[in-house]
């Protein structure tokens, strides 16, 4: 008979009473650390009763071991979210004190000697050796995980990895937090004259803001991505570009929040703890049971690309270098990086008489989310309509999922603005996956968060168009989320390789450059007129515009991250993995970077999480070749067929990580992937 899941313990804590309907109104920090206290006591005692030697079936061993941490996990993304949301001291402190708890007890439960004794001898019974597929995957990939954190170590190897693992947690957490608060605490005042240039709808959103914060003259300057991105690309005030980049690229190296020494430190007990678990590295060790198979294979993957789109990164260079020359003058100053965004936007007016400001109007955000909607309904028979329920900020939206027989399949959150207690970036993520049961099917609760262009003065919230891509991109990662039919909860939805994680919601992005799916949401905030064709051609016409150069940009995350985890010796006597990123990088760019260029001291992504995307960062190009390839099939039959939509999300979406990656793939499109689909796409080839 299996083990029914706990129900949730009746208490004041609404941490342990969170259920479907997340309290969020009532959550508070002081409710962290005596939930996570009570959790982990209980999962550690259902924890030791699945690791007594017994009989057992698949029921009452493997799927109670599949849910065995399902409520701290919940508590613990609840926590973690709330301090990247509305973060203060009193988050930060709650967060801080849960994480060596919690570090140390996910550690000991792959080493526990115990449980996996009891899994091993599960898998030599005649109930382990007859499972169906998608049961007998889980029983594989879960001894595989055990084995790959450790469980075969000896004693002294399983403390040592302990303490790595736990102050791994801790700089990391130190890293985010550095990275949060230094972005929060930058503002710059300046008068309307240093913004001639900027669009006049960030002159009035930066003049409410600088308002708002006590300044009754002036503009108020953050490091937020809807203020820095178009000052940057607009600002007639060349000095005020280089302040404003240089600030933007001082954060995770100022005093007090200074995260260089993180980064070697975090690159050492990655390695250690690679080393100790049987890998020469932590790049082989993270990517063993991803597509790419090992570091080698990633680095080659990027660097193969380089070097097929370096002659054109080359040619876009110097095509932008005379246009400057000849609209500024032979003895103009060098191009510097504060000055390359600005002139690459003035040149892709020249050339193809297209500003993407234009388009902003027919992008109002409730619309997009409407057409967005429409189109996933159309495309995967889904229905979405907002709900009630609490949220954690006055901004959060709720909305339901319904299945084409009406069945309510999930649920999810947004919060799509900036805020000083928010960070940065855009992200999806899961609160509680559902999928089928004995009693039928449980919905999936998830969320989206970003940083778009906030409403402002009279104007609703207008999106620039990589800002409505991000919107598609995150609810693709959202609807592999909500569409998992798995039953097994840690092969469900997102929780699969990570170089095919990005598939699903890097796809969604290329019905945004359709004209059918276009029509669905671009109307005039004013007028409800459909964005004209001639300004659509010219959209499209520029959609490759410096392609090359963002390919380079995305190539030189990819790169660096892999060179410090896989050539990169932290153990040096010189080691600094600073000055090497820096050398890496400019590679990359087009202009030359400053002696103290410390960017990668605030890559959230690498180094924010004891894993994260730390050496996995080429991930997202590798998942570009696939969405190029697979999109072709929507392109060719109907990017409105219903039925390439149902293929997908029987092959794709639904299934998770119950089959190879490369399989699914398969499953869809009948072959392997075509590699040369994203080049062309991006025009990357020669005519």
């Known amino acids: 008979m299996t083990q029914a899941p706990p129900a949730p313990v009746r208490s004041d804590n609404p941490l342990l009473n969170v259920g479907f309907r997340i309290p969020f109104d009532q959550i508070r920090p002081e409710h962290a650390e005596p939930a996570v ?85 599960f898998a030599e019974t005649e109930a382990g050796r007859t499972l169906d597929p998608v049961r007998a995957r889980h ?120 995260n260089r020494p993180l980064v070697l430190e975090i690159l050492k007990l990655r390695r250690e703890q690679a080393r100790i678990l049987g890998f020469r590295d932590f790049a082989d060790y993270v990517l063993e049971d991803r597509m790419a198979g090992g570091g080698e294979r990633a680095l080659t993957f990027e660097r193969d690309l380089e070097a097929r789109v370096r002659p054109f990164f080359e040619r876009e260079n110097a095509e932008l270098q005379a246009f400057y020359r000849d609209q ?16 690459a936007e003035k040149q892709r007016q020249a050339k193809y008489d297209f500003d993407e400001e234009a388009l902003r109007p027919y992008f109002e955000l409730d619309r997009v989310l409407a057409g967005l909607f429409e189109l996933v309904n159309r495309v995967f028979g889904i229905t979405v309509r907002q709900g009630e329920a609490p949220g954690w900020h006055p901004e959060v939206r709720y909305y339901d999922i319904l299945d084409e027989g009406g069945t309510h399949v999930a649920s999810f959150y947004t919060d799509w603005f900036p805020r000083d207690t928010k960070r940065a970036g855009a992200w999806m993520n899961a609160f509680v996956t559902g999928g089928p049961r004995e009693r039928g099917v449980e919905p999936h609760l998830g969320l989206m968060c970003g940083n778009m262009t906030p409403p402002s003065g009279n104007n609703p919230a207008l999106l620039s168009l990589r800002e409505v891509e991000t919107v598609f991109h995150e609810f693709g990662h959202l609807l592999h989320h909500a569409l998992s039919r798995v039953p097994v909860r840690s092969l469900s939805g997102t929780r699969v390789a990570w170089d095919f994680v990005e598939l699903p919601s890097q796809i969604m992005e290329n019905w945004v450059m359709e004209r059918e799916a276009l029509d669905l949401f671009a109307r005039h905030y004013q007028t409800g007129e459909r964005l004209p064709d001639e300004l659509f051609d010219r959209m499209v016409a520029a959609r490759n515009y410096r392609a090359a150069n963002a390919t380079m940009r995305q190539l030189s ?52 999480s004891p894993v994260g995307y730390g050496a996995g960062y080429y991930s997202y190009k590798w998942a570009e070749v696939l969405d190029a390839d697979a999109f072709s099939r929507f392109a060719q039959e109907g990017i409105f067929n219903r039925e390439t939509g149902r293929a997908y999300v029987d092959t794709i979406l639904s299934r998770g990580n119950s089959a190879e990656a490369a399989q699914l793939y398969r499953d869809f499109m009948g072959r392997d992937p075509d590699a040369e689909a994203l080049l062309r796409r991006s025009g990357l080839v020669e005519a």
Request: proline fraction near 6%.
């Open 328 to 343: 500024s003058g032979q003895d103009a100053p060098a191009l510097e990086a504060w000055d390359v965004g600005y002139w």
């Open 557 to 608: 995350f990819g790169t660096v991250d892999l060179e410090l985890h896989v050539e990169f010796d932290p153990d040096a006597p010189d080691a600094d993995p600073i000055r090497v990123a820096r050398e890496v990088m400019g590679r990359f760019y087009p202009y030359p970077l400053p002696g103290d260029y410390a960017r990668i001291a605030q890559f959230g992504h690498l180094f924010s």
């Open 139 to 258: 029983l594989k990939l879960t001894i595989d995980e055990f084995r790959r954190e450790g469980a075969d170590l000896p004693e002294d190897q399983k403390a040592r990895l302990l303490e790595v693992n736990t102050r791994l947690a801790q700089v990391t957490n130190d890293f985010a937090k550095n990275v949060l608060d230094a972005t929060a605490a930058y503002e710059l005042i300046v008068p309307e004259s240093r913004l001639a240039g900027v669009p006049e709808r960030v002159r009035e959103a930066t003049r409410l803001d600088a308002q708002a914060h006590g300044h009754p003259e002036g503009h108020r300057l953050t490091l937020h991505q809807p203020v820095v991105e178009p000052v940057l690309t607009y600002a007639d005030d060349r000095e005020l570009r280089r302040e404003l980049w240089l600030a933007q690229n001082s954060v995770g190296s100022q005093p007090g929040r200074d």
């Open 37 to 121: 206290d009570a959790l982990l006591a209980q999962t550690q005692e259902r924890l030791e009763t699945l690791a007594r030697a017994g009989e057992r079936d698949y029921a009452d061993f493997m799927a109670d071991l599949d849910t065995l941490t399902e409520q701290l996990d919940t508590v613990r993304v609840i926590v973690g979210h709330l301090d990247g949301v509305v973060t203060s001291p009193e988050w930060q402190a709650a967060k801080r004190a849960i994480l060596p708890k919690v570090t140390e007890f996910y550690t000991q439960l792959s080493l526990h000697p115990g449980l996996w004794a009891a899994l091993k001898g």
